[in-house]
């Protein structure tokens, strides 16, 4: 018997709520019980109120990942280890909600609307560039 690939209510609703208890789609997607995460995708595609579910379950996802990051810092013994750990969470939850974890980028420029409008938005994005080190 294959895979499971026709959408039922009742496996999005599961494959959510393994995503937010913090397992990762490749993983539940091996799962003798999972549709392969080719389809899990057409799903999103095809199906807005899964995509907010999944979108939804994603955001649960990041906070068990951060709790995750503090139970690391205070159980683990061996520093280097911890640090691996928490990093890669940290770096996980940042490509996967940047608006919530990621690095946060501080503009201080000014703009005048008065004069040429071309050369203030040139002077706002030289400004942007030198703040991000590039």
Known sequence: MGRPSDYRPEMADRIC?????????????KEDWAPGERTVYQWLDKNPDFAR???????????VFAADVINIADTEKDSAKARNMMDARKWYAA??????????IEIDAKIETTGATSEALMAFLAAVEAQKGG
């Open 17 to 29: 709520e393994e995503l937010a208890s913090g397992k990762h789609l490749h993983m539940i997607c």
């Open 53 to 63: 579910l999944y979108a939804h379950a994603r955001e649960r996802q990041q906070e």
């Open 95 to 104: 490509r996967v909600a940047p608006r919530k974890w990621g690095d946060k």
